[in-house]
């Protein structure tokens, strides 16, 4: 799983992140928006060393989706970057992480918010929380469906282990321009949320967590502020 670290491969990683950087600007003003547009870092299979080198490029947020790989490697992280949990989390998982990350993007039923509400006050913390739309409402994909957000929200609402910073999705793939409603969808929930939240201390609704590699640009168009760049930074890979 280790790769050799070449000048090249630091260049390359160097370029690409110039260039997202700056498409993510220029879609950020196109959309007209005053508000900032955070990079993530997607490191799955990458090498801690490479991991490093990006952080010195400026990228401050990584995000992780396996837990033991993440366990693997992130000792050896620089402490400068922050890291955020965005894969398919099983609650038994959840004490591994718990005091190593800083936000869980994929909050997709009421055992893991629970097991995260636990485990946060075992550890006098609480934990900044996203939940996961499958905005899509695909069988195979993980997420609460839009129908049944509010609900969600209501039955988690009352652990104080845990915060509700806001939304995240993965859309379906492979259909052509029509990711783009799902985004508008989930621009159209997060207003509703963040409005719900107002004046709520228990809530701090201020993070839309979409757009990856393929399709961060329209994601930006619609409101997202966190965009999750793995393969077109880091180069393209098996998962
Ligand atoms: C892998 C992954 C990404 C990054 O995907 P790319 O298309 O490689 O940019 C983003 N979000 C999640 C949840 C992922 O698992």
């Known amino acids: 799983m280790t790769e050799k670290l070449s000048d090249e491969r630091f260049e390359e990683v160097s370029e690409n992140y110039k260039r997202i950087s700056e498409r993510i600007e220029t879609a950020r003003l196109k959309a007209g928006r005053k508000d900032e547009v955070r990079f993530m870092g997607v490191t799955k299979t990458v090498a801690p060393e490479l991991i ?31 890291v955020h949990f965005i894969g398919a989390l099983q609650s038994n998982k959840v004490k591994y992480i718990i005091d190593k990350v800083s936000m869980i993007h994929s909050v997709d039923s009421i055992k893991l918010a629970s097991e995260i509400d636990k485990r946060a006050r075992a550890h006098g913390l609480v934990m900044d929380i996203l939940v996961e739309i499958n905005i899509g409402g695909e069988e195979t994909k993980s997420g609460i469906s839009p129908e049944e957000l509010n609900a969600f929200i209501e039955e988690i ?32 929930m997060f207003g509703e949320l963040k409005s719900k939240a107002e004046g709520d201390s228990r809530f701090l609704v201020d993070t839309l967590s979409m757009g990856m590699s393929g399709d961060f640009e329209t994601a930006i168009k ?11 930074l880091y180069g393209y890979r098996k998962y």
Do not use: C
Request: proline share 3%; glycine share 12%.
């Open 222 to 232: 619609y409101g997202s502020n966190i965009v999750r760049i793995g393969s077109l």
């Open 157 to 188: 609402y009352g652990l104080r282990g845990i915060r509700i910073r806001g939304l995240m999705t993965i859309p379906p793939v492979n259909t052509g321009g029509s990711s783009e409603r799902y985004f508008a969808k989930m621009q159209e």
């Open 52 to 82: 490093n080198r990006s952080v010195e490029l400026g990228i401050r947020l990584l995000g992780e989706n396996r837990v033991q790989e993440f366990l693997d490697k992130h000792e050896s992280y620089d402490k400068r970057a922050q």
